[in-house]
């Protein structure tokens, strides 16, 4: 006997919601939206599993738009010293972490003691259980034709934009491994050994072993020419990543500062620093652990002019990482800075946390003659406050009469906060002087990242984002933070219609 | 026939644990008696080595499986049929040591085909004592709880290699039902009882 159902009444279009890879949910009536605001950068329940394009995407520090949750992991990878950690990405996670990972990752939460084999196997698990792998639009046969760089390089540039900047990300990952070789023991082969079979679905056991030695060497090579072009566009500028590791987090790096000199590097190999003369790289303190921060917490660069003109580079946006409670969570941002008087370069800004302030050195007749002496950093409280201080709330709490932060004098605001810190970089430019690094040895700055772009790399991502590449427009604060839900909206709104 | 069968008896052994272990080094040591620096290992490797004990010469082929995760799916179709399989952890790392129980022996219970096949415990890296973080005593209950033969070795000093692979071809020749199908081809040709096929094997044993 065949059972009739009916048709649906009563239908009626309530909100119109869409996905946006780099917003969230857009639309999404108030009374739908999450108690609690998740972190799973996802249109599903699952950061694991899911295509990109169906994930909340953020911008990685060259420009790659991958999805959130990866650079989520890499960034908590760094800060926690996986690049120095031997055979990382090659030994296995233990099962159980990385199962309660995956369940904390999905339910938006990133704990902070995270075992550096666990965020590598994970990195590497959300490669393989993508619904298709990335490089599986390249046939075995044009991976095996692959022999030199150049055409290596000419084979990766026919993949569809979200595995370019997928793959362009991973190989990035894997050059810092490699550049860390000496530590933990992952030259390039050995990375892309531990990599390859995850960019690819393995069908026929058969093929699927030679296949993968293709693309074991394809990858190779591809880290080796990263790695060649990475060499080749350093350029004098130096820049000083100040790094506090997170108290408590761990006993054994707790009372440790880190202190690195990264070279920046310009995408088309220019000098930056058109400023007087050379910079000096800041000597790293003999009791301190150099720590390599990149892509999230990065990179900073500036000539005289930047100084010069800095107070035109306004304080910006904040965006937030997840803090221990798991209870504030937004997506990592990156904010589009450029100076108004035109610096042919770009800033991105990558912040790490609640809050952030980032305030340039005021034209001091000190710092004038210090042309480098550009220091930005942010403030990382235990508040859940979303908002952003400017530099005046900043310098009317944090600084002395007049507003001098440099070395020697330590911001009061940064040293009273140092208990709810979670995790701290600072990033200076620095010009001859001697003090910074003392300076910057008793500062507890938590994480920021600055990073020059050259012109095509803002291009590419205004186009990715659909923004026509203006350079006579200059794009102030652009924020890319994505919509927030705070707590009490939602109980707000059911309040206010007697839900609860 | 002069010459007799190249061997008594030919077995398959199953090197399997996570990755960096040292499956690969346990096995380069074991068969070329050498130490390296070794690259991960892609897929699976298999290495023969020829050796006599109690008055059998016996050839083992020895499956080492890449312990990366994408390749757990590729490396169980080398179960088969394997008379002994070698569980590797590393005493440095209690990780793999876990993972030997949570995903490993489960991989062995699903995949292989011998019911009887016999499982050694080997605890690698014992040189490195200053950082040993599973003791003695752990391995030898996990040994017992799973039944499995247990060793200690070490394939940088030597120590333990080469009898990890003997205790387990012992163990195995002290087994009848797993010896059923070892001996060379044409003594399992007669044993099938093929005479069409026997005729054949007698030409090629010439």
């Keep these: 006997m065949e059972m009739d159902i009916g048709y649906p009444t009563d239908v009626r279009l309530i909100a119109h919601v869409t996905f946006d890879r780099?917003?969230?949910?857009?639309?999404?009536?108030?009374?739908?939206?999450?108690?609690?605001?998740?972190?799973?950068?996802?249109?599903?329940?699952?950061?694991?599993?899911?295509?990109a394009e169906s994930m909340q995407c953020s911008f990685d520090a060259f420009g790659n738009s991958v999805p959130t949750i990866l650079l989520l992991l890499q960034e908590r990878l760094y800060e926690q010293g996986g690049l120095k950690t031997e055979g990382i990405f090659r030994i296995n996670p233990d099962n159980g972490k990385e199962e309660q990972l995956r369940k904390q990752l999905n339910n938006g939460i990133v704990p902070y003691d995270i075992d550096v084999h666990c965020l590598a196997g994970l990195i590497k698990a959300w490669f393989r259980e993508l619904p298709k792998g990335v490089l599986d639009i390249l046939s075995p046969e044009q991976v095996m034709e692959c022999h030199t760089e150049d055409q290596c390089f000419a084979l990766v540039k026919t993949l569809p934009p979200t595995e370019a900047a997928l793959l362009d990300w991973a190989i990035n990952l894997m050059a810092d491994v490699v550049q860390e070789e000496a530590c933990n023991k992952m030259n390039a082969r050995n990375v892309a050994v531990v990599f390859a079979p995850n960019m690819i679905?393995?069908?026929?056991?058969?093929t699927a072993l030679k296949h993968a030695v293709q693309v074991m060497n394809l990858l190779k090579t591809l880290i080796l020419k990263?790695?060649?072009?990475?060499?080749?566009?350093?350029?004098?500028?130096?820049?000083?990543?100040?790094?506090?590791?997170?108290?408590?987090?761990?006993?054994?790096?707790?009372?440790?500062?880190?202190?690195?000199?990264?070279?920046?590097?310009s995408p088309k190999g220019t000098p930056l620093n058109r400023g007087n003369g050379r910079t000096e790289v800041t000597e790293t303190p003999e009791n301190s652990n150099v720590t390599k921060m990149k892509s999230f917490t990065q990179a900073f660069a500036a000539g005289s002019e930047m100084v010069e003109k800095a107070g035109s580079v306004h304080g910006s946006e904040c965006g937030s990482f997840a803090d221990s409670s798991g209870r504030e969570s937004r997506s990592e941002d990156g904010n589009l800075l450029e100076n108004q008087q035109?610096?042919?370069?770009?800033?991105?800004?990558?912040?790490?946390?609640?809050?952030?302030?980032?305030?340039?050195?005021?034209?001091?007749?000190?710092?004038?003659?210090?042309?480098?002496?550009?220091?930005?950093?942010?403030?990382?409280?235990?508040?859940?406050?979303?908002?952003?201080?400017?530099?005046?709330?900043?310098?009317?709490?944090?600084?002395?009469?007049?507003?001098?932060?440099?070395?020697?004098?330590?911001?009061?605001?940064?040293?009273?906060?140092?208990?709810?810190?979670?995790?701290?970089?600072?990033?200076?430019?620095?010009?001859?002087?001697?003090?910074?690094?003392?300076?910057?040895?008793?500062?507890?700055v938590p994480g920021i990242g600055l990073r020059l772009m050259g012109e095509a790399s803002a291009e590419k991502i205004e186009k990715r984002r659909g923004i026509k590449p203006s350079m006579e427009k200059p794009i102030l604060a652009e924020s890319r933070t994505r919509a927030t839900y705070p707590l009490s909206k939602r109980t707000q709104y059911l309040k206010n219609n007697g839900m609860v | 026939m002069a010459?007799?069968?190249?061997?008594?008896?030919?077995?398959?052994?199953?090197?399997?644990?996570?990755?960096?272990?040292?499956?690969?080094?346990?096995?380069?040591?074991?068969t070329s008696d050498t130490f390296d620096d070794l690259s991960p290992t892609i897929g699976v490797d298999f290495k023969l080595k020829l050796m006599t004990l109690r008055g059998k010469k016996l050839k083992l082929t020895v499956w080492d499986t890449a312990g990366q995760e994408r390749f757990r799916t590729l490396t169980s179709s080398y179960y088969r049929g394997a008379q002994g399989i070698i569980l590797v952890y590393d005493v440095t790392r209690r990780d793999t040591f876990t993972n030997l129980s949570d995903i490993w022996l489960k991989e062995v219970e699903m995949h292989s085909t011998n019911q009887d096949c016999i499982k050694m415990l080997v605890g690698n890296k014992v040189d490195k004592d200053q950082e040993r973080v599973v003791t003695k005593q752990e391995g030898i209950a996990f040994a017992r709880q799973y039944g499995c033969l247990f060793l200690e070795c070490s394939a940088k000093t030597r120590l333990n290699v080469e009898k990890c692979f003997e205790e387990l071809v012992l163990k195995i020749l002290d087994t009848p039902s797993l010896l059923r199908d070892t001996t060379s081809t044409r003594k399992n040709i007669l044993h099938t009882g093929l005479q069409s096929e026997n005729s054949q094997e007698s030409s090629s044993c010439c």
């Design chain 2, 3 to 30: 010459s007799g069968p190249e061997f008594d008896h030919l077995f398959k052994l199953l090197l399997i644990g996570d990755s960096g272990v040292g499956k690969s080094s346990l096995l380069l040591r074991f």
């Design chain 1, 201 to 206: 679905q393995v069908l026929d056991p058969l």
């Design chain 1, 342 to 444: 035109g610096l042919s370069g770009r800033w991105i800004m990558s912040t790490a946390s609640d809050e952030i302030s980032s305030d340039t050195v005021e034209n001091r007749p000190a710092e004038k003659s210090q042309p480098f002496a550009t220091l930005l950093r942010k403030g990382r409280s235990s508040s859940t406050k979303n908002q952003c201080r400017d530099d005046s709330s900043v310098n009317e709490k944090g600084s002395s009469g007049d507003g001098s932060r440099m070395p020697g004098n330590v911001d009061p605001l940064i040293c009273g906060e140092k208990s709810h810190r979670k995790d701290g970089a600072h990033v200076s430019l620095q010009g001859s002087q001697k003090p910074l690094s003392d300076w910057l040895h008793n500062q507890i």
């Design chain 1, 22 to 51: 780099l917003q969230g949910f857009l639309g999404l009536p108030v009374e739908f939206e999450l108690e609690v605001p998740r972190r799973v950068p996802s249109a599903s329940t699952s950061a694991f599993g899911v295509s």
């Design chain 1, 226 to 265: 990263k790695l060649k072009d990475r060499k080749m566009s350093v350029i004098p500028a130096r820049v000083v990543v100040w790094k506090e590791p997170l108290p408590g987090e761990n006993g054994s790096i707790n009372s440790t500062k880190q202190l690195k000199v990264v070279n920046v590097t």
